[in-house]
């Protein structure tokens, strides 16, 4: 995979997937702007990859304040002049039907991860306009393809999220810049076994920071609006022939 010199922001970098993103990152000799709400993980991650020698630097935002975020873009330009890939990966998501959630608990999922996607984007997008190149990667979630009970809101925002990168894509495509979607599915510390995967693990961040890795890297211009499913085949279809 080629980075000609590239610089990437990688939001919630300081989390499963981000972390070993990162990581991949410098390997691959790409600077690295790991940006979280936690400062002192992403601060830790940083200085482990700078000690391997890569180009790292960690920023403290909220990605549910628009100040917050162009006070980290602002930052993050300042000190690697540029940036090439954006990485749209901070998310949470926490358990609750639907029945009885309340709409703070439906907004604040909402706001976080897919008006979060939306703020990130317009901060960084007229640097790669200017530059007539750009690789954006939104996270979205298997969650977001077909839903999920008592995950109804996270659903939501996460549907959203692979409609916006496909808008994104259309409104871009003529300016250098693709706009990509990762939907993962079960992804853990671990590769525990589950049968709920056809390939009955657990799948782990380094997998698909290595899906993202290669939709950031320069070749892959001919690769946009579309949603990348990773989830060991967990909604393939349904498992009953094999199984108890
Ligand atoms: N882990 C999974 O099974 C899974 C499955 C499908 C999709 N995803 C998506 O992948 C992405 C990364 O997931 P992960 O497993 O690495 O999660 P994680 O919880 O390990 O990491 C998320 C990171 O986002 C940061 N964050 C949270 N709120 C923030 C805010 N307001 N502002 C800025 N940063 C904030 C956290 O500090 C954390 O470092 C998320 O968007 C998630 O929805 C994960």
Redesign the pocket.
């Known amino acids: 995979m080629k980075f000609d010199n590239r610089v990437a922001v990688v939001?919630?970098?300081?989390?499963?997937?981000?972390r070993p993103l990162c990581e991949k990152f410098c390997d691959h000799g790409v600077g690295v702007a790991i940006?979280?709400?936690?400062l002192a993980?992403a601060e830790e991650w940083a200085a482990h990859l700078r000690a391997q020698g890569g180009r790292a630097r960690a920023y403290h935002?909220?990605?549910?304040s628009t100040e917050s975020v162009n006070a980290m873009a602002r930052s993050v330009l300042d000190d690697f002049g540029k940036v090439d890939i954006l990485i749209n990966?901070?998310?949470?998501?926490k358990r609750q039907l639907i029945s009885e959630m309340s709409e703070e608990f439906w907004t604040m999922h909402i706001d976080?991860?897919l008006t979060?996607t939306f703020r990130v984007t317009k901060a960084f997008l007229p640097g790669m306009q200017a530059a007539g190149y750009g690789r954006i990667i939104n996270?979205?979630?298997?969650?977001g393809e077909v839903g999920l009970p008592y995950f109804g809101a996270?659903s939501a925002a996460?549907a959203g999220v692979i409609i916006f990168t496909k808008t994104l894509a259309m409104e871009v495509a003529r300016q250098g810049i693709t706009v990509n979607c990762v939907?993962?599915?079960?992804?853990?510390d671990a590769p525990d076994p589950t049968k709920t995967t056809w390939v009955e693990r657990w799948g782990l961040?380094h997998e698909?920071a290595e899906l993202l890795l290669f939709l950031a890297s320069d070749g892959t211009s001919y690769i946009t609006g579309v949603d990348h499913t990773i989830d060991g085949g967990r909604i393939l279809g349904p498992r009953f022939a094999d199984v108890q």
């Not at 939001?11 to 981000?18: D, E, H, K, S």
């Open positions: 939001t919630g970098g300081a989390g499963r997937i981000g940006a979280d709400l936690d993980k935002f909220d990605v549910t990966n901070a998310g949470v998501w976080l991860n979060g996270l979205s979630s298997i969650a996270y996460k939907s993962p599915g079960m992804i853990g961040g698909v």
